[in-house]
């Protein structure tokens, strides 16, 4: 790893404004690249040698990769490179293709302007942050405060169990590709406050079918199809 991250460093541009910030962009990009395997190992003391920097901005650089899914800290060996598979990725966007339309199928009749008004708020936060780990956060509300009303305990907790293991995909997505669908948001928010299920449905559908269509794309532009 040692020798690869050199090369990398070597043939990178200007440094950043801060050391975090050029650890964490010449790691996400070796990441994203397949330069770094899934499942390396990135030990702090080897990374400050290399990048020839206190092992600070190396904790921190850690830290925001792990935000992003692109890191995993793991019990005894510290932080590795994460291992991401696009079969598990298409297995959640087909489990929630599955439960979240019946939600909202059966939420949307229950919607109060309260909610729409909670909803809308939601994504004029996800407008302002810039943190993947708390955009993932305010994405599962956003979605939730939709399902909410759907009237049975169990389907919602299911939903809602998906939703969270969405997360890391999510934050994935948004490393590898950068797009929340706020388009989508918006239009699906539209479509629940004029009571146009059919509309609301398949806008639902875009937004899955999208967003796993994007990864199919990242995923086959390169040689594996894990990381």
């Not at 964490?24 to 990048?51: M, N, S, Y």
């Not at 904790?59 to 692109?70: G, N, V």
């Not at 559908?205 to 199919?216: K, N, P, S």
Request: net charge negative; glycine share 6%; proline share 4%.
């Amino acid at each position: 790893m040692t020798e690869t991250l050199a090369a990398i460093i070597s043939s990178s541009g200007p440094r950043y404004r801060t050391a975090t910030e050029y650890v964490e962009a010449t790691l996400k990009r070796a990441i994203l690249d397949g330069t770094l395997a899934p499942g390396t190992p990135l030990r702090q003391e080897d990374l400050a040698a290399t990048f020839k920097v206190s092992r600070m901005p190396i904790r921190e650089a850690l830290r925001q990769l792990e935000a992003q899914a692109l890191v995993d800290f793991e019990p005894h060996r510290g932080a590795v490179v994460v291992q991401i598979t696009l079969q598990d990725a298409m297995d959640n966007y087909a489990i929630r293709g599955a439960l979240e339309p019946q939600a909202l199928r059966l939420s949307m009749p229950h919607l109060t302007d309260e909610d729409f008004s909670i909803a809308d708020e939601i994504l004029s936060e996800i407008d302002q942050e810039s943190d993947p780990g708390r955009m993932g956060e305010l994405n599962r509300r956003f979605h939730m405060t939709l399902y909410a009303q759907a009237g049975l305990p169990r389907l919602i907790a299911l939903t809602e169990q998906h939703l969270a293991t969405a997360d890391r995909y999510l934050r994935f997505h948004l490393a590898a590709v950068g797009d929340m669908g706020q388009d989508e948001h918006r239009a699906l928010l539209a479509a629940c406050r004029g009571h146009d299920e059919a509309k609301a449905l398949a806008v639902l559908a875009t937004h899955h079918g999208r967003a796993a269509a994007a990864l199919q794309a990242f995923f086959r532009g390169r040689s594996d199809t894990s990381l």
